[in-house]
């Protein structure tokens, strides 16, 4: 090679060497110059981790519920990104999350307190909360009024909560006070503790303890540990702000302050249908009587399609779960089958448990699938439990005087204000089927309507008592009826070992 073709090859190759290095360095600048959201779009998922509590997120009938995942999910929307959940086991799982950078940002309900404030960022603050002292309430016992009436006594606490450190603050050596701390429990459980007497005091959330404590009969609030402290989602301590910026201007919205309200109506005014003895004696029927009679309504699950809490409310609506019932007007057994539905399902003695079961599941279903299809759901179902009570042809009267009155016949808020006036002359004399007692079907329907939402919520308790974790989520969200069953059983074989 001649020394000009030389030196213009070499010219070349450092003019190339120097346009790829300029190209490296502008591509290395620009990803150390990309902020959090811009790469949270680009990846076109955000990133949150929860806990597993009725304040954050849960299954509910097979699908994903909970304050913290719906407003989680609807900023997900907000950014134009896929909401993707982890589920920490207990809190110090949760902040380790978000200190590995597996996680955007928390959002379990927790306490912007000055410890955390000095480890997290927080977003905004969207509810106010503190710790409070819980007890049972006995005859003669007298409300705790200051730390110093729990001297001597056993508290319990989750680890690595806010309710820990505002403890651990106030008790001093001479207190005497036994503070348990449970990795293996939750709130829930806690409640449960301290309403059972294993425990003589509990310290949570006071939201939390005002959506559970209906659930636990003479549990009461003592007092609260400090003033109140807001409640916002965490994120890592960073230079960028940018995810922090667009929850302010995501919080900052009419719709999303909308959202909220909305939210904490459907998940923080929850309330035990029952009273004080009614819940007594649904968990002690529950155990007592419902457990042996649950093959039956296990096999009646996939024989029908109906999902167990619907046919185990109804079961108890009917009998309190009794085989032997018998009402005045001669109908009997656990479903308490008339003689002419029992017929029809060729039911021969309706004292016998699994025969009444079964068979008032079928004429259910019978019922039902007479219920016109173009009605929706739920009202599809609370029609045939009101036909299931006072017979299709007393509902079909109710339903066309519903249109009659201006009302919807296809909608059972509407046919529901309507039912009663069978039992009124000047309407009941003009209906083909005559007179009929309105007012029950309409009491038969919300009274169903409370024992699913009680049931459902025992029957999670019994699942997260005797399941493992995988099982429980497996239990909550079974794709059949036949994994359903399995699941259900061995729930059931822990609390009566010889199903």
């Known amino acids: 090679m001649i020394p000009t073709q030389k030196a213009n090859f070499l010219r070349e190759l450092i003019l190339t060497l120097l346009v790829l290095g300029l190209v490296f360095a502008v591509v290395v600048i620009s990803l150390n110059n990309a902020t959090q959201l811009s790469l949270i779009k680009n990846q076109g998922k955000l990133r949150v981790a929860t806990l597993n509590s009725p304040m954050t997120w849960y299954l509910q009938r097979g699908e994903p519920a909970g304050f913290e995942y ?16 982890s589920v920490s086991r207990d809190y110090p799982d949760l902040f380790q999350t978000l200190n590995n950078r597996s996680a955007h940002l928390l959002a379990a309900n927790l306490l912007a307190t000055d410890q955390r404030r000095q480890l997290f960022f927080t977003g905004p603050i969207y509810r106010e909360s503190n710790s409070a002292v819980i007890y ?13 009436d729990l001297k001597g006594s056993r508290i319990g606490v989750l680890p690595g909560t806010s309710h820990e450190s505002s403890l651990r603050a106030l008790i001093t050596a001479e207190d005497n006070i036994d503070l348990v701390i449970d990795e293996e429990r939750d709130s829930i459980d806690l409640l449960r503790a301290v309403h059972e007497g294993e425990l003589d005091y509990t310290v949570v959330d006071t939201f939390f303890f005002g959506t559970q ?3 636990f009969p003479g549990l009461q609030k003592a007092f609260s540990l400090g003033d109140p402290i807001p409640v916002s989602w965490l994120l890592s301590l960073q230079r960028d702000t940018s995810l922090i910026n667009a929850l302010q201007d995501f919080f900052s919205e009419p719709e999303t302050q909308t959202l909220i309200s909305e939210l904490e109506a459907r998940y923080f005014t929850q309330e035990n249908p029952l009273n004080f003895f009614d819940t007594l004696s649904f ?13 039956y ?3 009646a699950v996939e024989n029908t399609g109906f999902d167990l809490s619907l046919l185990a409310a109804v079961g108890y609506q009917e009998s309190h779960w009794n085989p032997d019932a018998v009402s005045p007007t001669g109908v009997r057994g656990v479903m308490m089958l008339t003689n002419a539905a029992a017929s029809e399902v060729g039911i021969e003695d309706r004292t016998d448990a699994e025969q009444s079961i079964l068979g008032g599941a079928q004429y259910l279903l019978n019922v039902k699938q007479r219920i016109p299809e173009r009605i929706p759901e739920p009202d599809h179902t609370w029609f045939a439990l009101a036909a299931y009570n006072i017979g299709y ?8 005087l519903t249109q009659q009155l201006g009302g919807d016949p296809d909608r059972w808020a509407d046919v529901r204000t309507h039912l009663p006036k069978l039992a009124q002359e000047r309407y ?3 209906l083909r089927h005559g007179y009929a007692r309105g007012h029950e079907p309409v009491r038969y329907v919300d009274n169903i309507r409370r024992y699913i939402d009680v049931f459902e919520w025992e029957y999670q308790l019994l699942a997260r008592e005797s399941l ?27 609390f009566a070992p010889s199903l």
């Not at 042809?393 to 066309?400: I, V």
């Open 70 to 85: 719906e407003l989680a999910s609807a900023f997900a929307d907000y950014l134009g990104v896929e909401l993707e959940l």
């Open 136 to 148: 049972r309430q006995r005859q003669g016992r007298r409300a705790p009024q200051s730390m110093d």
């Open 213 to 215: 404590r209906s659930f």
């Open 283 to 295: 968990r002690s029927h529950l155990s007592e009587r419902f457990l042996a009679l649950a093959p």
């Open 297 to 299: 309504f296990l096999q």
């Open 393 to 400: 042809g007393h509902l079909e009267d109710a339903r066309r």
């Open 428 to 430: 009941y004399t003009q």
């Open 468 to 494: 493992e974790p995988d099982d429980a989520d497996l239990l909550l969200n079974a794709d059949s009826a036949e994994d359903f069953r399995d699941i259900s059983e061995k729930v059931l074989r822990n």
